[in-house]
């Protein structure tokens, strides 16, 4: 009996080892290359190395937008325990200034992994980084600053969640600021921590080119802030400004109230994100008459002191009347712009043939494309003369029946002032690598010619008296002399002008003689005050006042409330700072959390990166000018100067060689 339970047992364990024999073969031999390829899938892994996008700057190297270095954090709760979470509640508490049981209420549950923190700056979270808890785990990454926020907005646009941008020069130079992605092939274990990284396998990624765009820093604000005060004193949907240079198409301020910030994109619609002035049309009113009169005399069917009357504010053409805002009589051809009379323009436009004056119009740009390096241009519309009414070409003459841009109406005006050339419009100065080669520097794109010299200086003599005592005067500005033209149109709404809404507008120019600035200012619907000469204009005084006051020779940028750091007198905590252990000793040197720094000295930031200096700078209350992209190489206040009120530090930073670094 015995003998035959042995035999059993026996014979069941080698049933059994058989079994497992078999189960071995099949997965050595038989499944072993397959099994081997899902292994080494799960644990192996290409990822993707992010590039860092490229930096954007004003004309004159002020930084923009500019990348941090960054970090999220999560959390696997279902591995992770109690004595962890508390931990981490504390942790993340000192740094977010969020209550630790903000912390410990988004830590409820089992079976899942939240995100304790997004997108901390490295230079933050260094602390946080070195922790070692389970179920605890972090990932680098890169994310897009816009260091003045609402500032420049719809110029610049904003980078999505992919890394891409949209709207503004983000977008439209999305392929030159992206740079190449980088790929590395790494080893996790099962919990999918880093084991290894495969370097002979790694592929860095390429930084994107640095845009320096044609905008001023000073102007833009300027131009900001007048709008903004111009909508608030007079109401209305909405107000936008060009500011141009006008004798090679450079853009140097363009704005939209009330902008967006960049940073935070997803609060804003899409109304407010708008650039209104490449991507709207409207009907310019009588600014349109200084492109009609030019035509005029540049086809010498009329000289300025020619008459024509203006029927004491009523006429009739054909079957619609055509009115004025005040009763005149007999007029001078140059009197017809300098009060704005809609019959005089009109009757004058009869003197050209309709296919010349359309190809005037077409020679100004209208019914084209600028193609400004912006997105959403549209063309506007300029009807062909064989779809004209009997009365379009003298309703075309004051500005309706055509519509046009804000982009294309500057351009135009540039050429009708700087001598009769037709340049495109201009918004990106040069592109550099990563290292600071150029890569491409613009130069002014002449378009075509559109109209003589005399004409063109004929045009600023008669749109100088517009300013000097006629519609435009509350455009006048001190110290030089201006010239504009105000215009004032109905706005239609559902296929009917409005009686009650109107766009006031304004171009002007400065000084005549040899045009360096033309601004135009644009105020959708004004709740009080309605015609271009009330409205609009004032806001281009405020304007061209301030820029003069701030850039009288040669319009050069004065930096306001700055102290020039050539005329600080330092005072040193300590006078011999040259050697490393002193500047550890002072604490200039530091390489953790600013709030380690002390606040009332310069550090020293040679070697940091740019997003850290930056980083640094701001929490210090320092401003600054940025030249170049990568680490630090110089400072213009030197370590250990006393901080004061209003400084202002020029950083140089250079791209260090990517050989042997380790990119995350």
């Known amino acids: 009996m015995n003998n035959s339970r042995a035999f059993l047992v026996l014979l069941g364990m080698l049933a059994l080892f058989s079994i497992i024999i078999v189960k071995l073969v099949n997965i050595q031999l038989i499944q072993g290359d397959e099994l081997k390829y899902f292994a080494e899938r799960q644990q192996m892994k290409i990822e993707k190395i992010q590039a860092e996008r490229g930096l954007i700057y004003d004309r004159n190297n002020v930084l923009l937008a500019y990348n941090k270095n960054d970090a999220t954090f999560y959390l696997d709760l279902s591995q992770t325990n109690r004595l962890a979470k508390k931990e981490l509640a504390k942790k993340f508490s000192k ?6 049981q903000f912390f410990l209420t988004k830590m409820k549950g089992k079976n899942k992994t939240i995100t304790l923190a ?8 260094k602390d946080l980084m070195k922790l070692k808890l389970p179920g605890y785990y972090y990932r680098k990454g890169i994310s897009r600053v816009y260091y003045y926020h609402n500032f420049a907005s719809h110029i610049l646009g904003y980078v999505n969640s992919q890394f891409k941008g949209v709207n503004g020069v983000e977008n439209y130079f999305n392929s030159q600021l992206a740079g190449i992605n980088g790929q590395r092939l790494v080893e996790r274990d099962a919990k999918g921590k880093i084991i290894t990284v495969k370097e002979d396998k790694t592929k860095n990624a390429v930084p994107g080119n640095n845009l320096f765009l044609t905008i001023d820093k000073t102007y833009q604000k300027i131009l900001e802030e007048e709008l903004t005060n111009g909508l608030k004193k007079y109401g ?3 107000s936008l400004g060009i500011i141009m240079n006008p004798n090679n198409g450079e853009i140097l301020a363009l704005a939209n109230t009330s902008g967006y910030d960049p940073n935070s994109y997803w609060k804003y619609n899409d109304a407010e994100r708008k650039d ?6 409207y009907e310019p009113g009588s600014t349109f008459k200084s492109i009609t009169l030019a035509a005029l005399l540049d086809q010498n069917l009329v000289k300025e002191n020619d008459k024509v009357f203006a029927e004491n504010g009523r006429y009739k053409f054909y079957n619609t009347y055509v009115t004025d805002t005040h009763k005149r009589g007999w007029l001078t051809v140059s009197e017809v712009i300098k009060y704005s009379s809609n019959i005089g323009i009109a009757k004058l436009v009869r003197k050209i043939d309709n296919e010349i004056y359309y190809k005037y119009l077409r020679g100004f740009g209208f019914g084209n494309y600028t193609s400004v390096s ?7 519309k300029l009807k062909k003369p064989d779809q004209w009414s009997r009365i379009s070409k003298e309703f075309m003459s004051f ?3 055509i519509a046009v841009t804000p982009i294309q109406l500057i351009s135009a005006y540039s050429a009708l002032v700087n001598g009769g050339t037709l340049f495109k419009p201009q918004i990106i100065k040069k592109i550099t690598d990563a290292s600071g080669n150029i890569v491409y520097n613009s130069n002014p794109d002449l378009v075509r010619t559109v109209i003589s010299k005399n004409t063109s200086r004929r045009i600023r003599k008669i749109l100088s008296t517009v300013v000097e005592g006629g519609t435009g005067i509350n455009a006048k500005i001190k110290f030089i002399n201006a010239g504009g033209k105000t215009g004032t149109s109905q706005r239609l709404i559902n296929g009917k002008y409005s009686k009650s809404q109107y766009n006031s507008s304004f171009i002007g120019f400065f000084p005549v003689d040899n045009p360096q600035i033309i601004t135009l200012i644009l105020v959708n619907s004004p709740k009080i005050g309605r015609y271009g000469g009330q409205v609009a204009a004032p806001i281009f005084k405020k304007i061209s006042e301030r820029i003069i006051k701030n850039n009288y020779n040669k319009f050069l940028e004065k930096k306001e409330n700055i102290i020039p750091v050539k005329n600080i ?8 700072y040259k050697t490393k252990g002193n500047l550890k000793r002072l604490n200039l040197d530091f390489t953790g959390d600013i709030s380690k720094a002390r606040m009332n000295v310069m550090p020293n930031l040679i070697n940091r990166t740019l997003s850290d200096a930056i980083s640094i700078l701001t929490k210090l209350g320092i401003r600054f000018k940025v030249s170049g992209s990568g680490k630090i190489v110089k400072q213009s206040i030197r370590p250990g100067t006393k901080l004061r009120t209003g400084l202002l530090c020029k950083v140089d930073a250079k791209e260090t060689s990517l050989k042997g670094v380790k990119i995350y």
């Open 399 to 401: 500005g309706y029946e």
């Open 236 to 238: 209305g949907n909405y």
């Open 374 to 380: 912006l997105p959403g241009e549209v063309k506007g």
């Open 95 to 100: 740094l977010t200034k969020k209550t630790p």
């Open 118 to 125: 997004q997108n901390i700056q490295i230079s933050d979270a």
């Open 569 to 576: 007198k330092a005072v040193y905590v300590k006078k011999n």
């Open 276 to 281: 209104r002035a490449v991507t709207d049309t």
